[in-house]
């Protein structure tokens, strides 16, 4: 063989035996994703479908265990504390880089169920997609690394990885599952976080701070409106300068792949509350919201940023001296990213082009998600998985069959590919 063409001719046929696995079992995982549907994982209910990915592991020879979330932290902010858990699997004897497949078991409830073209939990097979609350996010990417791996058995490609699988709770409200994942077990070389990319390659993805600023003032009769002092008033006026500090940082913050977006690091109000009654001057008022972070951006610093930006709009009023506005940090994400170069990116990109995927530049994310508790610790991170992000939290969530079958063969020959990239490094 010549030496030239021997590479290429080795990956063309190791693409094709993927592909035929891929096929030879699509049908059977996509029958898989379809019982994980029927199962209502919402509401902290997780162990509705663990039981499910814990027996198709053990039947294939993972070691599987549980995880069990039972600290206070857990107590404090998720529902069913004793009774929810993360599948942790793993290959007996594996060595290698050591790379973690995430996927999050649980999904945002549904609000009505009668808007709905099928029913959210049926599960149904048709037209050529899977429909149900959790097809796109993200019980489909899941699917999809399962057929993965499974295809890589089939034909007979065992890569020299130390493959993991984080199958967690508590994505959708605090992300505790892949913090303890994390907290007690090693921190792997590389992640996929297979949540709904449309089949892009997502290599970067800005952070969050979650927060609540509640401005108390004195009610009167709005009559005599100047006998009281307005909450409400005041509450505008933080909320304009931190409107005014944010298009700053969104100045300040420019990369290629968020050139589409007006943001990098979007700044949103999504709650505005105050006063109690219309003939009253209001006494309280609340607003609730987002802080993007750039990648790579200290939180604590941007924290900072803002309350100085509370300090200067209180500086000189009398009555905030005396009732400072209160402002509350919530659940964090730190913003990361992957260099377009590193094996894990360039691994994917290159399964695409052997499994004749179509041609789909990489994307950015402005979503928190759990690749934030990886990346943001310097874990190498991608998120890779099929759907359309659109969908996912949407009426009549859907996955189209064909998009997990594709995402898995790329992901096959991925980690095939990462293996033989971080070895040879």
Known sequence: MNDTHGPATLSSRLADSVRQAVEDLADEHLELLAESLRRDTSGGHEDRVASLYEEYLRDRGWDVRRQPMIDDEVRDADARPGERFNVIASRPGASGPRVALNGHMDVVPVANADTWTHPPFAGRRMDGKVHGRGACDMKGGIAAGLLAVAALDRAGIRPPLDLVWHLV???????????????????????VVLEPTESRIVPISSGLLFFSVTVHGRTAHTSAPWAGEDAFERLMRVRQAWIELAEKRTAAYRHPLFAHLPSAIPFAIGTVSAGAWRAAVPDLATMAGRIGLAPGESAQRVRDEFEAAVARVSAGDPWLAEHPVEVEWGHELLGWETPREHPLVASLAAGQEEIGAAAREPLAFTAGSDAAYYGGRGVPTVIYGPGRTALAHADDEHVIEADVVECAAVLAMALADYARRATAA
């Open 169 to 191: 709770v508590g994505e959708e409200t605090t992300g505790i599952g892949t913090r303890v994942a994390l907290r007690e077990g090693p921190v792997p070389d590389a992640v």
